[in-house]
């Protein structure tokens, strides 16, 4: 017996899968091998996500001792590379405890569906060339929808804990995913119209000039708007510890608390993979051909140690500075971004529509020095607004009160 994809099935284009289901089914029916197929790539998701979060934890605590002079985990295993494994242990011990007036169903499904956005979201990002597991002709929009899971799981998670708490951090974190949701997809639709598609695989083969220089506004933007979705500092209100007392996941303990945080710092690397392959050429490189998805990982390692110098630097944001971030700079940044590479799109493209290397580069001249000059501009005009000065009228009446 075998069984062979043909061309014209949708998974033709998956090699992995095409890989795993002509193997199986040598020895088991064709539809069997369906299925065992898909579970093996299933297997491969869910464990590369589990062991890249414990790997990403392991190398955030280290660093952040680093920067803050501190040691860092240096117990378990040489330079405590075995810590994560030990707090897995630990949470796996813990016992389980579900308040009693809680929605038991919404409460155990909640860090499920948390975990679900950054599985799904590596099934259509490319490691190297053609090596994306589904590569489909809308991957950002997939994408995009895909990540929308994340605030009904946070606020299933506040809602069904019946903990004030946890829903007042449920409340915070579902405005904060909310309002930077906008800047984002505003951001992503330069880069969409760069391409002339929404294949991730053609963004990055479109990428002669990578687009971090053709649009840096776009670049910053999204790096800006996804740290804020993933709750990171400065921009984590809703685990505000010393007003929440832990956010949403408050009554949370043992495995589901540990799916809940590899949920959290998984996303760092899958969002990391998601922005070199918008912006950062994805596996281009010295003989990318073979060395494709060595660089690939390079430049995820890159921006994931970029998001922990920003965490190890910032202090936390007051909830009114978070949301004027979100409206008063980034919404006006990702529309001037969006404007102007429509303008570019416009009058420099050929009459086939396709730009040329030397337009992109144009164009990249033109958009840092727009780049620099708005975040100038919008930084100084919303540093003014969020400062915190008390006017006459409430030192007066704070005067008359004491």
């Given amino acids: 017996m075998s069984c062979v994809l043909q061309p014209d099935n949708v998974l033709h284009a998956a090699p992995l899968y095409r890989v795993v289901y002509e193997l199986v089914g040598t020895v088991l029916p064709c539809w069997l091998s369906y299925v065992i197929a898909g579970l093996v790539i299933m297997v491969i998701l869910v464990n590369a996500v589990l062991l890249g979060a414990a790997v990403f934890v392991w190398s955030e605590r280290r660093l952040i001792g680093r920067f803050h002079n501190r040691i860092g985990p240096n117990r378990w295993g040489p330079f405590g590379m075995f810590q994560p ?15 009693g007036n809680a929605d038991r169903i919404a409460f155990a499904i909640a860090p499920i569906v948390m975990l679900a956005p950054v599985i799904l979201m590596l099934a259509v990002v490319p490691f190297a060339r053609h ?12 994408v995009l929808a895909v990540t929308s899971l994340t605030a009904v799981a946070i606020l299933m998670a506040g809602w069904s804990s019946n903990n004030r708490y946890a829903m007042f951090g449920a409340a915070r974190g579902v405005a904060v995913l909310i ?25 990055v083969e479109a990428q002669t000039v990578p687009f971090l220089l053709v649009q840096p506004l776009a670049f910053f933007v999204f790096l800006a708007g996804t740290s804020a979705e993933l709750n990171r500092t400065p921009f984590d209100v809703a685990e505000a510890e010393s007003e929440l007392v832990a956010g949403y996941h408050i009554e949370y303990s043992g495995v589901k608390f540990a799916l809940i945080q590899a949920a959290e710092f998984g996303a760092v690397l899958t969002t990391s993979a998601v922005a070199v392959t918008l912006f950062l050429g994805g596996w281009a490189g010295p003989a990318s ?50 404007f102007a590479t429509t303008l570019e799109v416009y009058f420099l493209r050929d009459a086939q529509g396709v730009l040329t290397p030397n337009d992109l580069w144009i164009m990249a001249g033109i958009n840092m020095a727009l780049a620099v000059t708005c975040i100038v501009l919008f930084g100084n005009l919303i540093r003014e607004k969020t400062s915190r000065q008390p006017s006459a009228v409430s030192l007066k009446s704070l005067m008359a009160d004491g």
């Fill in 85 to 99: 494994f030990a707090d897995l242990l630990k949470l796996l011990f813990k016992e389980d405890l579900t308040p």
């Fill in 131 to 142: 090596t994306a597991l589904a590569d489909l002709n809308v991957g950002v929009l997939y």
């Fill in 289 to 338: 051909d073979y060395l494709g998805s060595l660089w690939f990982l390079l430049k995820v390692a890159a921006l994931a140690f970029m998001f922990i110098w920003v965490r190890a630097t910032f202090p936390r944001l007051r909830i009114d500075q978070l949301m004027g971030l979100a409206w008063k700079f980034l919404l006006p940044l990702s529309m001037i971004n969006l």
């Fill in 179 to 203: 309002s930077y949701e906008v800047p984002v997809v505003l951001c992503l639709l330069g880069v969409v119209m760069l391409a002339g598609s929404m294949s991730l695989g053609d963004i």
